[in-house]
């Protein structure tokens, strides 16, 4: 070997070449051998090429099977049992406390729901009364209307009665006076006495006529006012049941 040759960059084949004639002599391939092999490249360049090629090339070997000893795979399971029933026990009391707990709620999100149906029947029940009660209500309003309405009818009856009696009365206290103006005049004139006599005849038969119609018409004035109080307490009567 020499070393005055210059040195030059070991390629990855370079390296390869040697690797494979180290192996096929059956000597190892390390880093002296590869260095003697190939003495012209620089050390780090055949450092870096060797760590390539054992990379692609060089398998580590597959460790032993650890195999533990049967007693002491035996306590290690018993181990591992006890651990786990011990570490299960308080994730197990929660979960019994949790599933209690959701037992509850159920229970009580039934009752819930049964106090709702209820409570749904009852409003609809509520409901429909009040429907009911609307529509007597709208009943009841309206007979009112038609009650109120006969009655103002008969009042308006009642007054134009009323009124024609009222009318009548002012005919014969006119007549009254007319006549007693007659008697009068005629008791001043003794001239014309057989005439006012015959006058007072005839007046005094209208007089008994007017009268009589006068009765009658009394008569009428009563039968109007009793209708009016009957109507009068029919009103109030009307008015109370309004109210």
Excluded: Y
């Amino acid at each position: 070997m020499t070393t005055d040759s210059p040195s030059h960059e070991i390629s990855f084949d370079d390296v390869a070449a040697a690797a494979g004639g180290l192996q096929d002599a059956g000597t190892p391939v390390t880093f002296d051998a590869l260095r003697a092999a190939l003495p012209s490249g620089s050390p780090s360049a055949l450092a870096r090429q060797l760590r390539a090629w054992r990379a692609e090339h060089e398998r580590l070997p597959a460790p032993a099977p650890a195999t533990l000893p049967a007693a002491l795979a035996a306590d290690l399971a018993a181990w591992a049992q006890q651990h786990a029933e011990q570490a299960g026990a308080g994730p197990r009391a929660a979960m019994a406390r949790l599933q209690d707990d959701l037992d509850a709620a159920l229970a009580e999100a039934g009752r819930l729901e049964e106090e709702a149906d209820s409570a749904a029947r009852a409003r609809d029940a509520a409901q429909a009364l009040a429907d009911e009660r609307s529509e007597e209500i709208e009943r009841l309003m309206a007979e009112l209307r038609n009650a109120r309405q006969v009655a103002m009818d008969a009042l308006v009856g009642k007054a134009k009665d009323q009124l024609a009696i009222d009318g009548k009365d002012a005919q014969l206290l006119e007549l009254r006076g007319q006549l007693e103006r007659s008697v009068v005049a005629s008791s001043t004139q003794s001239d014309a006495r057989l005439a006012a006599e015959m006058e007072l005849v005839g007046a005094t038969t209208a007089r008994d006529s007017l009268a009589q119609e006068v009765k009658e018409l009394q008569a009428q004035l009563a039968a109007a006012k009793s209708d009016r109080g009957a109507l009068r307490m029919e009103v109030d009567a009307l008015r109370k049941k309004a109210k």
